[in-house]
């Protein structure tokens, strides 16, 4: 029988650790700023060619649901990247508080009580707003023009 070790807890050392997160961050922020331009991109085309090529009002019907399924799903998508990305803000912030002398600002709104790296200024109303939640905002205002067209699409050619 072969004995086991009694810590089966992964040892990373608190630059690892950092670095680990970092990274982890960096690709839900890099899925954040993309999400809207793929889904932008994607619906427009749909849309447009559509519109323009398609005759058929069922087929039309099939390709806007398609893209209004896409949008939802992406919009969930990028809730979820913001989300984790929330998790790994505080996860870096906690490591920092124990392992740095200073902080690295990564909110609107910075604490003043902290030693930031650069200057802590007050930031301005639009500086405080979430781009995530106009993201959000706009890909939710999408999906709702989505169905309107699907409505329309149907209503007028459809019946």
């Not at 519109?51 to 399924?69: K, T, Y």
């Not at 939640?133 to 699409?153: D, E, Q, V």
Request: glycine share 4%; net charge positive.
């Amino acid at each position: 029988m072969v004995a086991r070790p009694r810590s089966t807890r992964l040892q990373l050392s608190p630059e690892a650790q950092y670095r680990e997160v970092y990274e982890s961050l960096r690709q839900h922020d890099r899925f954040i700023w993309h999400t809207p331009a793929i889904v932008v991109v994607i619906d427009g085309a749909l849309i447009v060619s559509t519109f323009a090529w398609i005759n058929v009002w069922w087929i039309r019907e099939v390709i806007i649901g398609c893209s209004l399924v896409l949008t939802v799903i992406l919009t969930f998508a990028l809730i979820k990247h913001r989300y984790f990305s929330a998790i790994e803000q505080h996860a870096l912030t906690s490591l920092e508080g124990t392992y740095a002398q200073r902080y690295i600002q990564r909110t609107s709104t910075p604490q003043n009580d902290r030693q930031y790296w650069g200057e802590a200024t007050t930031p301005t109303w639009i500086q405080r707003r979430s781009a995530v939640r106009a993201f959000i905002a706009g890909m939710s205002f999408i999906s709702l023009l989505l169905l309107i067209i699907l409505y329309l699409n149907w209503a007028i050619w459809g019946s």
